[in-house]
């Protein structure tokens, strides 16, 4: 196999996320290229109904856009109190999106009075590859825990400040890259991933 046949776009340009994906995927020798080689490329609008779609229509744009096999992912948080809410408006949650700070803070806000029994959330993630034959994968990880009532940790990104998984006393935040990614929902996604990706990296070689 060449060096190319194993080269992914990652359809991304969030350097958080590229960081953490290369971590994950570093043991299978996957190449890993972000959209910023691509500056004509445009952001895909996120106009699913679920993580799945999400993730699909931005793998696709991107892998047709580059010819390569395209990695993406959606992912969010969802509270039990707020019906599964923020979802997939997670990024975008208190308008504008990408602002972590005012999203986190409208969350706890929406949550302040209620009980910690019924402070139940999961951190939700769906990836997915798409080759430039077609073939398609999209797998999902997801990791429950509970939220608190003001941020802790200066790591991760997004909710992490603020989400306890079951099992764990720390946040997201707290923890290492390598104790977050063994737990997180995005490492669990992307480890189920990975071994369809090397299968469609195989068919494209």
Not at 72 to 94: I, Q, T, Y
Not at 136 to 154: F, W
Request: with cysteine.
């Amino acid at each position: 196999m060449t060096g190319t046949s194993r080269r992914v776009v990652l359809a991304t340009r969030n350097e958080h996320k590229i960081r953490e994906l290369a971590r994950i995927l570093a043991p299978y020798g996957v190449e890993l290229a972000s959209l910023d080689e691509w500056k004509d490329v445009p952001d895909v609008a996120e106009t699913g109904a679920t993580f799945a779609e999400n993730a699909l229509l931005k793998a696709r744009a991107v892998c047709l856009a580059t010819g390569l096999v395209a990695v993406a992912d959606d992912s969010g948080l969802v509270v039990d109190a707020l019906n599964e809410m923020p979802g997939v408006l997670s990024a975008r949650w208190a308008g504008q999106h990408g602002d972590d700070v005012a999203n986190l803070s409208l969350v706890l806000a929406q949550i302040a009075d209620v009980p910690e029994s019924r402070r139940t959330a999961a951190f939700v993630c769906a990836a997915a590859a798409v080759a430039p034959g077609g073939a398609e994968v999209v797998v999902e990880g997801r990791v429950d825990g509970t939220l608190l009532h003001a941020p802790r940790g200066s790591g991760g990104f997004g909710y992490d400040p603020i989400f306890v998984p079951a099992g764990a006393t720390q946040t997201t935040a707290e923890m290492t890259p390598e104790e977050k990614d063994a737990i997180s929902h995005r490492g669990k996604a992307f480890r189920a991933l990975a071994p369809r990706l090397i299968e469609l990296l195989g068919a494209v070689e």
